[in-house]
């Protein structure tokens, strides 16, 4: 059975304090690794879109990246409004469009 | 990226009783899927609405308690039936666009707290 496992559950830092969240999947096969972010009372918000280890995206502050197993969410210099849930969800193979999410971790970024 | 609208946001329901949610895209797209969010829990696939037929459960979804409507490209219900505190939870609708491979947006969702 697929499976998305995020660490940690949750995170606090400092405003500029940069770090990394982690991602680590099993399923074979993999059709994508999505990153997304959720306010709270919102719906997810699609951030990323990972096909091939080595592969590394951008977008303000974050930079997503993915090996054969994982996925991290680097996060520079973060500042308040970067807090929320950060989901991540793995595709499988086959003809379904199917997505396997993660638990999510909760980042607070403190002023 | 598409639109998509959510109603209710959330809603008090009596056990026993049965809500239907909809969820309606600004354009046409090839594929509209249902998920339930738990408190503390993943998001969880439900079913694929699918366009004219019956909709797809995943395992331990059934249609019975989770009727599905999809009767356009635009347009899909998903109603929770006979529910009971357990039911509680966040339900949002998803949809993928015409190319296979991209990403799926999301709806605001609908809050659902069964008393």
């Known amino acids: 059975e697929d499976q998305v496992t995020q660490s940690p559950e949750a995170l606090r830092l400092q405003e500029g304090e940069s770090s990394s969240l982690n991602c680590s999947y099993t399923?074979?096969?993999?059709?994508?690794l999505f990153w997304y972010r959720q306010d709270p009372g919102k719906g997810p918000e699609f951030l990323f879109t990972?096909?091939?280890a080595g592969e590394e995206k951008e977008k303000e502050r974050l930079k997503a990246t993915l090996t054969k197993k994982e996925s991290f969410l680097h996060i520079t210099a973060p500042k308040p409004e970067d807090s929320a849930t950060y989901l991540c969800?793995?595709?499988?193979?086959?003809?379904?469009?199917?997505?396997?999410f993660g638990k999510g971790t909760l980042l607070t970024v403190n002023p | 990226s598409a639109v998509i609208s959510q109603k209710p946001s959330r809603d008090i329901c009596q056990r026993g009783t049965s809500l239907t949610i909809q969820c309606q895209v600004d354009?046409?797209?090839?594929?509209m899927f249902w998920y339930r969010q738990q408190p503390g829990q993943s998001l969880t696939l439900i079913a694929t609405?699918?366009?004219?037929?019956?909709?797809?459960?995943e395992s331990g979804f059934v249609i019975d308690k989770f009727p599905i409507s999809r009767p356009n490209l635009t347009f899909s219900t998903l109603t929770v039936s006979n529910m009971s505190p357990e039911d509680s939870s966040i339900y949002l609708c998803?949809?993928?666009?015409?190319?296979?491979?991209?990403?799926?947006?999301f709806g605001q969702g609908t809050r659902l707290t069964v008393v």
């Open positions: 998803s949809v993928v666009g015409e190319r296979f491979d991209t990403e799926a947006f």
């Open positions: 399923v074979s096969g993999l059709r994508g």
């Open positions: 990972l096909y091939s």
């Open positions: 969800a793995e595709r499988s193979g086959g003809s379904n469009y199917k997505l396997t």
């Open positions: 354009s046409q797209v090839t594929m």
């Open positions: 609405a699918n366009q004219g037929s019956e909709a797809t459960y």
